[in-house]
């Protein structure tokens, strides 16, 4: 059964930094493409990050600079290093797979729970 | 970027009819669109990809049409479970992934 388990979230004052961990199970982050989707208080889904299978990392404009995504395949974890944080940056953020790695032009087939970031001081 | 406009925001049909939900795409995405359902608290869902393929263990009740830049989900007799809000995305521009604003759909 595939499952994602996010964590690491929390209260972080402006110009802050944090690290996400999602645990992934019954299947290989490795072999999938891996995002970030987060979601503001009230609002809709906005794309954060992708890192491929092979390893190439893509980010939106609204992070690009300050967030990293990465992953340990020992662990079998995705992370995202979120520095220089903005109470703009206050989310639910999920982890997210896509059913394949062989195909950028992918949706989103198992999500996890989230975890909150909150930006403020 | 291509934008998605989800259209109503909000729909109010009443359980056991049929529900008609809109997303529009700036530009052609071909079939690469994907439709989610969310409920309070929850994660989002996936329902369709490739605009009219049901993922698995979603009910016959949903079913989704179109291609280029007019696409339609339908629920054809709404549950009390199916109240929720769904959103559309867009996945032919990568790695610029990008969803629609959502409908939120409510009990009449």
């Known amino acids: 059964e595939v499952q994602l388990v996010e964590s690491g979230g929390g209260l972080v004052q402006p110009g802050g930094s944090l690290r996400l961990s999602c645990a992934a199970s019954?299947?290989?982050?490795?072999?999938?493409?891996m995002s970030w989707v987060r979601q503001a208080p009230g609002k809709g889904l906005e794309w954060v990050s992708v890192?491929?299978?092979?390893?190439?990392?893509y980010y939106a404009d609204s992070v690009k600079g300050r967030f990293t995504i990465s992953r340990d395949n020992s662990k079998n974890t995705l992370y995202l290093q979120m520095n220089s944080l903005r109470a703009e940056d206050t989310a639910v953020y999920y982890c997210a797979r896509s059913p394949y790695g062989g195909n950028p032009k992918t949706y989103f087939d198992y999500w996890g729970q989230g975890t909150l970031v909150t930006v403020s001081s | 970027e291509i934008v998605m406009t989800q259209s109503p925001a909000t729909l109010s049909v009443s359980p056991g009819e049929r529900a008609t939900l809109s997303c529009r795409a700036s530009?052609?995405?071909?079939?690469?669109l994907a439709w989610y359902q969310q409920k309070p608290g929850q994660a989002p869902r996936l329902l369709i990809y490739?605009?009219?393929t049901r993922a698995t263990g979603i009910p016959a009740r949903f079913s989704g049409s179109g291609s280029g830049t007019e696409f339609t989900l339908t629920i054809s007799s709404l549950q009390s479970e199916d109240f929720a809000v769904y959103y559309c995305?867009?996945?032919?521009?990568?790695?610029?992934?990008?969803f629609g604003q959502g409908t939120k759909l409510e009990i009449k």
């Open positions: 890192i491929y299978s092979g390893g190439s990392t």
């Open positions: 530009q052609s995405v071909s079939s690469n």
């Open positions: 019954g299947f290989t982050v490795s072999s999938n493409y």
């Open positions: 490739g605009a009219s």
């Open positions: 995305q867009q996945y032919n521009n990568w790695p610029g992934y990008t």
